[in-house]
């Protein structure tokens, strides 16, 4: 069974960082890629940032590009999330999502259940 | 940027056939998937690649997709199909970027 678990999530302060986990299990972990999708308080689905299965290709939403790294550590079948210059507008639910394939082909198949980022002073 | 635009709403009876429509520039040329979002879940892929399911998604779920509206059909809808739906592409162009849509919630009467 594919399991998704992610942590990391809680206040983070205007202009300060935040480190978010995946834990993945019950597949080859460097087999798919990942991506990190983010849900504001009662708005839509925003796509974050992907990352390869090798971690060769990492992509990011203009939203975030230069203030957000993904990268993943295959030994230990984990996705991260390095959360930089927080704002406001990062408040969100963030889920961890598993591609379909090795490389990021936005076929999303399997979803944690969240970790929630609050950015307030 | 690519975008993706959904009605932020939907109704249909119950037995009755639901359509959400996804609109995008050439979506007919991308392949199209959709997720069901349920309140306080994470989304679930129902749709992928226009028209295939997931194995567990019922086939009362469909989809199709040409030019520029893609389209999700659920048949004979039940009270359990009351959900938030979004539709989904993967544009390349000079970077890569996954693109949601902005969400139909479905109201089942």
């Known amino acids: 069974e594919v399991q998704l678990l992610e942590s990391g999530g809680g206040l983070g302060q205007p202009g300060g960082s935040l480190r978010l986990s995946c834990v993945a299990s019950g597949f080859t972990f460097s087999s798919y890629a990942l991506s990190w999708v983010r849900q504001a308080p009662g708005k839509g689905l925003e796509w974050v940032s992907g990352m390869s299965g090798s971690g060769g290709n990492t992509y990011y939403a203009d939203s975030v590009r230069g203030r957000f790294t993904i990268s993943r550590d295959n030994s230990k079948n984990t996705l991260y999330l390095q959360m930089n210059s927080l704002r406001a507008e990062d408040t969100a639910v963030y889920y961890c999502?598993?591609?379909?394939?090795?490389?990021?082909?936005?076929?999303?198949?399997?979803w944690g259940q969240g970790t929630l980022v609050t950015v307030s002073s | 940027s690519y975008v993706l635009t959904q009605p932020p709403s939907a109704s249909v009876a119950p037995g009755q056939t639901a359509r959400i429509p996804c609109g995008g520039d050439n979506i007919g040329s991308k392949s199209v998937h959709w997720y069901q979002q349920k309140p306080g879940q994470a989304p679930v892929l129902v749709v992928y690649?226009?028209?295939d399911r997931p194995s567990g998604i019922p086939e009362r779920f469909s989809g199709s997709n040409s030019g520029n509206t893609a389209t999700l059909t659920i048949s004979r809808v039940e009270a359990g199909d009351e959900a938030d739906y979004y539709c989904?592409?993967?544009?390349?162009?000079?970077?890569?970027?996954?693109?949601f849509g902005g969400g139909t919630k479905l109201t089942v009467l």
């Open positions: 690649d226009d028209n």
């Open positions: 989904q592409v993967w544009h390349v162009s000079s970077d890569h970027a996954g693109v």
């Open positions: 999502s598993k591609d379909s394939s090795g490389a990021s082909t936005g076929l999303f198949d399997y």
